[in-house]
């Protein structure tokens, strides 16, 4: 089993930045592809970013120029740096992670194991 705990939402600001943390223990791998989605109330929950584990990234057209996904490996971490905040970037936000074996990073169901969210709220 592999735990992934979510961290660093909050309340912003619109325009300014967080940055999202997601920390894996237990039998993670890391050959594991790494995957933050969102899920605003009322929406289905939808792909923000991913990264593989030879570290290419994967951006939803919504956020591509203002998040960045990276992953520190020796700690078993992958983080979400978010700036340029939007009211519409507001939003419940899980890490995901699986071996995306199809390479279809975008979807959820590539991903086997999933944290438990951290809500980001952008005031405007």
């Known amino acids: 089993q592999v735990q992934l705990v979510e961290s660093g939402g909050g309340l912003v600001q619109s325009g300014g930045s967080l940055r999202l943390s997601c920390a894996a223990s237990?039998?993670?791998?890391?050959?594991?592809?790494m995957g933050w989605f969102r899920q605003a109330p009322g929406k289905e929950r939808e792909f923000v970013a991913a990264?593989?584990?030879?570290?290419?990234?994967y951006y939803a057209d919504s956020v591509k120029g203002r998040f960045t996904i990276s992953r520190d490996n020796a700690k078993n971490t992958v983080y979400l740096q978010m700036n340029s905040l939007k009211p519409e970037d507001t939003a419940v936000y899980y890490c995901?992670?699986?071996?995306?074996?199809?390479?279809?990073?975008?979807?959820?169901?590539?991903?086997?194991?999933w944290g438990q969210g951290t809500q980001v709220t952008v005031s405007s």
């Open positions: 995901a992670a699986g071996y995306a074996s199809s390479g279809n990073y975008s979807t959820k169901y590539e991903y086997d194991y």
């Open positions: 990264i593989s584990w030879i570290t290419n990234t």
């Open positions: 237990g039998r993670a791998s890391r050959t594991y592809a």
